[in-house]
């Protein structure tokens, strides 16, 4: 996982990026817990972690969230957490439960929320319900 960011600042060898110039200039950095850490204390304005590539190599992802937002809440911290590389929708309401202030979702993962295979056989069930009830009378 590389870093990505913007803005003015000074470069650690891992390619974080803070300063007095991080805040405010469009920062953004994809981080572990200890390096969302340090560039909150840096002052940058985002930290991003990429959640679907984390699951991929076999980290968990959404628990690196549940951290970030825990130590960001203990600290203070105002940059905000931008939950990215979703890729169900489990990530979308684990993030949201654990405070992330954005979260990037793909349209096919918008479509998972709302036609959920489960409700479909329920409402299709219920109608046919309805039809053997409605026939009674």
């Known amino acids: ?28 950095d ?24 984390l699951d991929d190599v076999s980290e968990d992802g959404m ?9 960001y809440l203990n600290f203070n911290f105002k940059t905000e957490i931008i939950v990215a590389s979703i890729r169900h929708p ?9 405070g992330a202030h954005v979260a990037t979702i793909p349209a096919e993962v918008l479509e998972k929320m709302w036609k959920h295979p489960l409700t479909e056989k329920g409402i299709a069930q219920f109608k046919e319900d309805y039809k053997k009830t409605a026939g009674n009378k």
């Open 30 to 53: 994809q981080r572990h817990a200890c390096q969302a850490l340090l560039v909150a204390k840096a002052g940058a304005s985002y930290v991003s972690p990429f959640v679907g590539r």
């Open 1 to 28: 996982m590389g870093p990505e960011h913007s803005g003015e600042g000074a470069h650690d060898q891992g390619g974080a990026q803070g300063g007095p110039n991080a805040r405010g200039k469009g920062h953004k």
């Open 63 to 71: 628990r690196l969230v549940e951290d970030i937002v825990s130590m």
């Open 90 to 98: 489990l990530h979308v309401t684990t993030a949201a439960a654990a």
